[in-house]
């Protein structure tokens, strides 16, 4: 079992910055694969960035760029730098670990981020 806590999010200006992170506890954090996921109002959850076990970055078009994804192992802790901030960018952000061994995954609870106009 994988248990996942993020924190961070909260009510930032258009054109801000704000930081997630994401605690993990329980199985081996290098045998997990990373994402963020965000799902707007209305809208269906979508992959925000990915990064793998040696480090690999992937990122959904919206996001290259303004964000970016990095994992600290030691402390078992995922991050999601978010700059330039937009409207568009508010929703609920989730981490995502899913295990590249056994292709068990795990959801955390979410943090909102609201971005103002």
């Known amino acids: 079992q994988v248990q996942l806590v993020e924190s961070g999010g909260g009510l930032v200006q258009a054109g801000g910055s704000l930081g997630l992170s994401c605690t993990t506890s329980?199985?081996?954090?290098?045998?997990?694969?990373m994402n963020w996921y965000r799902q707007g109002p209305g809208k269906q959850r979508e992959l925000v960035a990915t990064i793998t076990r040696g480090g690999s970055t992937r990122y959904a078009d919206f996001a290259k760029g303004r964000f970016t994804i990095s994992r600290d192992n030691a402390n078992k802790t995922v991050y999601l730098q978010m700059n330039s901030l937009k409207p568009e960018d508010t929703a609920v952000y989730y981490c995502?670990?899913?295990?590249?061994?056994?292709?068990?995954?795990?959801w955390g609870l979410g943090t909102q981020v609201t971005v103002s106009s």
């Open positions: 329980g199985r081996l954090f290098r045998n997990l694969l």
């Open positions: 995502n670990a899913r295990d590249v061994f056994s292709s068990d995954e795990y």
